[in-house]
């Protein structure tokens, strides 16, 4: 009996180590999104998405409007590198970790003030394809449930692009089993109205963008006007 309740408690160990090493290399697998400093990117903190090309590139993320919709609002980029736009927060379709990884399913939000002319969320979503353009571009009012086939509009990947800290976005969701996707890159795009877009791509690189957490990018922002 003891013999036997022994095993049994090797083996419960043995699953439990085991289950944690399969874990453990499965997050391995994927880095983890660093910041303009060098810093893992983490669930819930505000950052800026900014252009990494700096002058012509133009500046960061932001949230807009078409001019003939009010709503859902869009994603649009500021067109000066000084603008960094309004900042976002992340959250993982793995709820138990706390870091943003490369290649793994996120769901991105802007935070900020904004006008009371739309009420819908302002988590990202990606748009049915546009009658006029044929694109399909990102917008707000994705939905903040569960991951799953009923939310896979709302879960973008982040890659890594050229250089060290430049990461692009794509549209590859791995929440839903049975949801066919073509894994496309996202890139940006003007739309009929004039402004910067993100949009999905078949054939594109993807454009590259850096993460510069809002706190310190508002601290740096008061040092200039104090100056």
Same mark, same amino acid.
């Given at each position: 009996?003891?013999?036997?309740?022994? =095993?049994? #408690?090797?083996?419960?160990? #043995?699953?439990?180590? !085991?289950?944690? #090493?399969?874990?453990?290399?499965? /997050?391995?697998?994927?880095?983890?999104?660093?910041?303009?400093?060098?810093? @893992?990117?983490?669930?819930?903190?505000?950052?800026?998405?900014? =252009?990494?090309?700096?002058?012509?590139?133009?500046?960061?993320?932001?949230?807009?409007?078409?001019?003939?919709?009010?709503?859902?609002?869009?994603?649009?980029?500021?067109?000066?590198?000084?603008?960094?736009?309004?900042?976002?927060?992340? =959250?993982?379709? /793995? +709820?138990?970790?706390?870091?943003?990884?490369?290649?793994?399913?996120?769901? &991105?939000?802007?935070?900020?003030?904004?006008?009371?002319? $739309?009420?819908?969320?302002?988590?990202?979503?990606?748009?049915?394809?546009?009658?006029? =353009?044929? *694109?399909?571009?990102? @917008?707000?009012?994705?939905?903040?449930?569960?991951?799953? $086939?009923?939310?896979? /509009?709302?879960?973008?990947?982040?890659?890594?692009?050229?250089?060290?800290?430049?990461?692009?976005?794509? %549209? $590859?969701?791995? &929440? $839903?089993?049975? %949801?066919?996707? +073509?894994?496309?890159?996202?890139? *940006?795009?003007?739309?009929?109205?004039?402004?910067?877009?993100?949009?999905?791509?078949?054939?594109?690189?993807?454009?590259?963008?850096?993460?510069?957490?809002?706190?310190?990018?508002?601290?740096?922002?008061? !040092?200039? &006007?104090?100056?």
């Amino acid at each position: 009996m003891k013999t036997t309740t022994a =095993s049994l #408690f090797l083996l419960f160990i #043995f699953s439990i180590t !085991q289950s944690s #090493f399969l874990f453990g290399v499965a /997050n391995a697998t994927n880095d983890a999104v660093l910041d303009v400093n060098g810093d @893992e990117v983490l669930v819930g903190v505000r950052y800026y998405v900014v =252009s990494a090309i700096w002058g012509a590139g133009g500046g960061g993320l932001a949230i807009g409007r078409e001019s003939d919709r009010k709503c859902p609002e869009i994603v649009v980029q500021r067109r000066r590198d000084v603008d960094y736009g309004h900042p976002v927060v992340f =959250s993982n379709a /793995n +709820s138990n970790d706390g870091v943003v990884r490369v290649s793994s399913d996120v769901r &991105v939000k802007f935070e900020g003030p904004r006008d009371r002319l $739309c009420l819908t969320s302002t988590v990202w979503k990606v748009q049915d394809k546009a009658e006029s =353009s044929g *694109k399909r571009w990102v @917008e707000l009012g994705g939905s903040e449930g569960e991951p799953g $086939c009923d939310t896979v /509009n709302s879960w973008f990947k982040i890659e890594a692009s050229f250089g060290s800290g430049m990461y692009k976005f794509k %549209y $590859c969701p791995s &929440v $839903c089993s049975s %949801y066919a996707t +073509s894994c496309n890159v996202i890139e *940006k795009d003007q739309d009929t109205d004039g402004q910067i877009r993100l949009a999905l791509s078949d054939d594109g690189t993807g454009y590259p963008w850096i993460f510069i957490k809002a706190d310190e990018a508002n601290a740096r922002i008061r !040092q200039v &006007v104090a100056a």
